[in-house]
């Protein structure tokens, strides 16, 4: 992947017409993770140990910070987090493809300066299995 403007990493939510984006965003991050499953036994060459493979849980972690810039994304956020509801999200990443999928939102946080805007961070956590989508 060449190099590409952070500002092309998009987060989206799925808002039953389509993919919408969630405006605002400055800031985005996507993580993943898998756990190890250790099969380490005596019989296991020298102090070396081993794992099994494709036995451990995946996940993928999103944040992102920004600020909200239309009502229509705010409040699609905000509901479904005081909901506790599980939604689609998909993130863009030029150049690369799409991951999609369930994730829950396990913060939102609204912050400010009295003499500057108003500014959200949001939490995401893999609620099932994610797909991957080329460009």
């Not at 993919?19 to 190890?36: C, D, M, P």
């Not at 081993?50 to 999103?62: D, N, Y």
């Not at 994304?73 to 799409?98: C, E, H, K």
């Amino acid at each position: 992947m060449v190099a590409q403007a952070g500002r092309d990493l998009l987060l989206k939510v799925e808002n039953g017409a389509g993919w919408q984006t969630v405006a605002g965003l400055r800031s985005k991050r996507l993580a993943f993770n898998a756990e190890t499953v250790d099969i380490t036994d005596a019989e296991s060459a020298g102090r070396w140990r081993e794992l099994l493979g494709g036995a451990g849980i995946q996940r993928a972690s999103l944040n992102g910070a920004g600020l909200f810039k239309d009502q229509t994304s705010d409040a699609l956020v905000r509901s479904a987090f005081f909901a506790g509801s599980i939604l689609n999200f998909q993130v863009a990443i030029p150049s690369f493809g799409t991951i999609s999928g369930p994730f829950q939102m396990t913060s939102l946080e609204y912050s400010g300066e009295h003499t500057g805007e108003v500014r959200f961070e949001i939490a995401l956590e893999s609620a099932g299995q994610l797909t991957f989508g080329a460009i």
